[in-house]
């Protein structure tokens, strides 16, 4: 599976910004996917995921409310909608994928697939 992260870049506080993930290799609807993502300074952490089938999300306490994770099946891709940013949303966001069917897994190492990362800076 490859994972191919966009959408990135410079926003203010208070803004939106969307994120995507093309996926590529096997069957998209084969696997969960997710986000992560690495501010500098700080360890890795879990951001959003979504099931095989899309019936199944859940997302970090720190985005609730904010972000959307979905996914278009017709285009192989999962996109993260983030609103309200804030300066401290700001970091490399990684795209990740599983194969489905185990339940979703909040623990990096618990995806197998990994993009190759986008970087969001929030401007306060």
């Known amino acids: 599976v490859q994972l191919q992260a966009f959408g990135g870049g410079l926003v203010q506080a208070g803004g939106s910004q969307r994120l995507s993930c093309a996926v590529s290799g096997r069957t998209f609807t084969d696997y969960d996917m997710g986000w992560f993502r690495k501010a500098p300074g700080k360890e890795r952490e879990f951001v959003t995921a979504i099931s095989w089938s899309g019936g199944s999300t859940y997302y970090a306490d720190s985005v609730k409310g904010r972000f959307t994770i979905s996914r278009d099946i017709g285009k192989n891709t999962v996109h993260l909608q983030m609103n309200s940013l804030k300066p401290e949303d700001t970091a490399v966001y990684y795209c990740?994928?599983?194969?489905?069917?185990?339940?979703?897994?909040?623990?990096?190492?618990?995806?197998?697939?990994w993009g190759q990362g986008t970087l969001v800076t929030v401007s306060s």
């Open positions: 990740v994928a599983r194969p489905g069917g185990r339940g979703l897994n909040l623990v990096g190492s618990g995806y197998d697939y």
